[in-house]
């Protein structure tokens, strides 16, 4: 959708310090509208060495802006009424993130607002002359955690492959791997993501700065997220390799990080280089965020301080600057409504009877147990059919907020760090007619060696999903109808015996099919406790 501006009026003055002035209030108006969520982006940066770039995102985009400026000073500034609109639409987002506790989205959504504000103020002509050092701010955002999970996966993979192609044996379980001379195992930093995050920012603005056809900027940016990806491969490779052949005397320690960013530092100086080679002028293509040349054919022309572009009345800037104040602050305002119907915690959740040819017992060895976040009903009970055990958690969700949320980004499965490795994972679609979707992992303790079997999936008001993207969706779907948003996390374990996978999941999809009913009403119960409250 294309939004248009009224032209610009021709008034008695010039435009001088009158737009930037308008344009930073609005900024550090929304800044204030929504702290708490820009807060929470800059702790992020802080707490992580993989987003730190954040820091350095706004600033880049004011040196755009800057550098640009004498070009900008010649673009007719008018307010764009209809991108009202787009700064409602952004804190309707905001709000729907908020309610159900989607930080990620949060910050997207106030970076949108922010855009879409300046957007509001400044016209359609001088947003689209902006438009990379504006798009450019979404970087700031600290996303990508959730690419985590597959490139470990990629890079257990093809390490294991590139090993075996040197002719060393090696024995791969899911994310660790032993060799004749050590173990080794593919953590969070080695996935590759901090990697790929910076080489992709700095691809991006390399492209902007250096080329001018957008088939050039597009195959750079594109390299700059393929190269990492193999590059993190061939590091991780050469650090197994280097350990192995110095028998696990080097490249286990803090080396190991530094010969892990030296090695992306040179790959990151040979991408850049072989960057070089295709560099276009602002003459080679006409396509350039430089001035124009002149009618004479001179060259580009530097805007002098007076030739600033057509004048608009202040006023007339000032009242859209206050009405996008209104429009983003629309979402806050919103939620701090919805908040004053929030429910408080309640007593512990009542643990379900057995079902028939089950019972109770209080003798289970199950030494694993849920990482209990935020959850205002808890129960924990195990049961019992022909000397085998079941464990049951229910964990219930009748308020949310950031870190007490149904959805986070911790691994499920990871109770207690150090004690347990996860062999396989996967997704399990209609295990059961009962269930629709189950999250299948098999568990095993280091401790003892015993191996267990668990199944897990979340419950959205009558909506089950195992994906936490869906829960979420299906939360904001929630959101749109009457009533409150309440949410289950479901834990299902039990051991394996001498190795037998199937067995374990055909009792586990006998129990959940018996119990069924006993969930449906410990959960109903505890809402029902809660309602009426």
Not at 373 to 382: C, I, K, L, N, P
Not at 449 to 455: H, I, Q
Request: net charge negative.
């Amino acid at each position: 959708m294309t939004l248009a501006t009224a032209a610009p009026q021709e008034v008695p003055g010039t435009r001088g310090l009158t737009v930037p002035v308008l344009a930073a209030g609005l900024c550090l108006a929304v800044l204030a509208i929504y702290l708490p969520t820009f807060a929470s982006m800059v702790a992020i940066w802080m707490a992580s060495e993989t987003f730190t770039h954040g820091f350095l995102i706004a600033p880049i985009s004011l040196w755009l802006v800057w550098r640009d400026r004498a070009r900008l000073a010649q673009i007719p500034v008018a307010p764009c009424y209809p991108a009202l609109v787009m700064v409602l639409g952004a804190a309707a987002l905001w709000l729907i993130a908020h309610l159900v506790s989607v930080q990620v989205v949060q910050q997207i959504a106030v970076v949108s607002v922010l855009i879409a504000a300046l957007w509001t103020l400044l016209g359609t002509a001088m947003v689209r002359a902006l438009m990379f050092p504006l798009g450019f701010l979404f970087l700031a955002v600290p996303m990508g955690k959730g690419l985590e999970p597959p490139m470990m996966d990629l890079t257990a993979e093809y390490t294991v492959w590139l090993i075996r192609l040197s002719n060393v044996p090696v024995y791969r379980e899911n994310l660790f791997f032993m060799l004749p001379s050590g173990n080794w195992s593919v953590v969070e930093a080695c996935s590759g993501v901090r990697y790929l995050i910076a080489s992709f920012t700095l691809g991006l603005l390399y492209a902007y700065l250096s080329y001018r056809s957008p088939w050039r900027r597009l195959l750079f940016v594109l390299a700059s997220i393929i190269v990492p990806i193999v590059a993190n491969v061939l590091r991780a490779y050469g650090i197994v390799m280097i350990g192995h052949l110095s028998d696990m005397q080097l490249a286990t320690g803090v080396d190991h990080l530094i010969y892990g960013w030296v090695f992306f530092g040179i790959v990151m100086l040979l991408l850049f280089w072989i960057g070089g080679f295709w560099q276009e002028s602002d003459q080679d293509t006409g396509l350039s965020g430089a001035p124009a040349a002149d009618q004479e054919g001179h060259g580009p022309q530097r805007a002098h301080p007076t030739d600033a572009g057509p004048s608009v009345a202040a006023g007339k800037l000032a009242i859209a600057a206050v009405l996008a104040m209104l429009a983003a602050a629309s979402g806050p305002l919103a939620a701090s409504w919805s908040a004053a119907g929030a429910k408080a915690a309640v007593a512990p959740l009542a643990a379900p009877a057995p079902p028939p040819g089950w019972t109770v017992t209080e003798t289970a060895d199950m030494p694993w147990e849920p990482l209990a976040t935020g959850a205002q009903r808890e129960s924990h009970v195990s049961y019992v059919r022909d000397d085998v055990t079941v464990s049951l958690w229910l964990q219930q969700f009748l308020q949310q907020a950031q870190g007490t949320e149904l959805v986070d980004s911790k691994d499920r499965w990871a109770a207690a760090e150090g004690e347990w490795r996860v062999l396989s994972r996967q997704r399990l679609g209609n295990p059961s007619p009962e269930l629709a979707q189950v999250e299948q992992v098999t568990l095993r303790h280091l401790a003892s060696g015993r191996e267990f079997l668990g199944w897990f999936w979340y419950r959205v008001n009558e909506r089950e999903s195992a994906d936490p993207y869906v829960t979420k969706i299906y939360e904001a779907l929630e959101q749109l109808t009457p009533g409150g948003v309440f949410g289950a996390r479901i834990n299902l374990l039990t051991p394996i015996a001498q190795g037998d996978v199937a067995a374990a999941a055909s009792r586990l999809r006998d129990f959940a099919a018996a119990q069924r009913e006993g969930i449906d009403r410990v959960l109903a119960d505890g809402l029902a406790a809660a309602e009426r409250q």
